[in-house]
T-cell receptor
Framework: SQQGEEDPQALSIQEGENATMNCSYK?????LQWYRQNSGRGLVHLIL?????REKHSGRLRVTLDTSKKSSSLLITASRAADTASYFC?????????????FGTGTLLAVQP | DAGVTQSPTHLIKTRGQQVTLRCSPK?????VSWYQQALGQGPQFIFQ???????QRGNFPDRFSGHQFPNYSSELNVNALLLGDSALYLC???????????FGPGTRLTVT
């Protein structure tokens, strides 16, 4: 079963605009990660935010985490056509000794040139 | 430095057959996880291997089994294939002590 749900399911913007994707999850977490997937191939790790962090930046990416609302958002600034991909949030959960990830349903981002 | 590699890239099988998928982790990594991704869905955790043992398992039947070798590479075996097993199978490697996972390009399995 999926841990999280992403919103929106699909997003279409123009190059240069900002894109915001949201993720909600259900259980307590150790961390939350965002991944990108191009054309149904392998996933690329973008950024990890720990449960005791509220905001993190990496280049044009900004991630926020609100553990009280069990939600996170990913902001991509000044988007480019190459940012066109599916974006997934994944939670690393407490319980068990493994670094198992539970993925959300994904947001399909299309950046029009 | 090679990343995570998977073979084969594509595979077509018929119902009832068995399949083996292979994964070589990123250099220096000791943990391999397998995920199944149906079309239009997020990846779902199948199981994870560390020190040649299955450490945790997702909600998948016993038809799904795996193995990790001393060189950290791994295999995923699926017996008695069903049409619903058609999916992209992703291998991810990591260090046992870290959370970031590095994914391979996946194996596209089609069951007819």
């Amino acid at each position: 079963s999926q841990q999280g749900e992403e919103d929106p399911q699909a997003l279409s913007i123009q190059e240069g605009e900002n894109a915001t994707m949201n993720c909600s999850y259900k259980t307590s977490i150790n961390n939350l990660q965002w991944y990108r997937q191009n054309s149904g191939r392998g996933l690329v790790h973008l950024i990890l935010i720990r449960s005791n962090e509220r905001e993190k930046h990496s280049g044009r990416l900004r991630v926020t985490l609100d553990t009280s609302k069990k939600s996170s958002s990913l902001l991509i600034t000044a988007s480019r056509a190459a940012d066109t991909a599916s974006y997934f949030c994944a939670t690393g959960n407490y319980g068990g000794a493994t670094n198992k990830l539970i993925f959300g349903t994904g947001t399909l981002l299309a950046v029009q040139p | 430095d090679a990343g995570v590699t998977q073979s084969p890239t594509h595979l077509i099988k018929t119902r009832g057959q068995q399949v083996t998928l292979r994964c070589s982790p990123k250099s220096g990594h000791d943990t391999v996880s397998w995920y199944q991704q149906a079309l239009g869905q997020g990846p779902q955790f199948i199981f994870q291997y560390y020190e040649e043992e299955e450490r945790q398992r997702g909600n998948f039947p016993d038809r799904f089994s795996g193995h990790q070798f001393p060189n950290y590479s791994s295999e995923l075996n699926v017996n008695a294939l069903l049409l619903g097993d058609s999916a992209l199978y992703l291998c991810a490697s990591s260090l046992w002590t870290t959370w970031e996972q590095y994914f391979g390009p996946g194996t596209r399995l089609t069951v007819t």
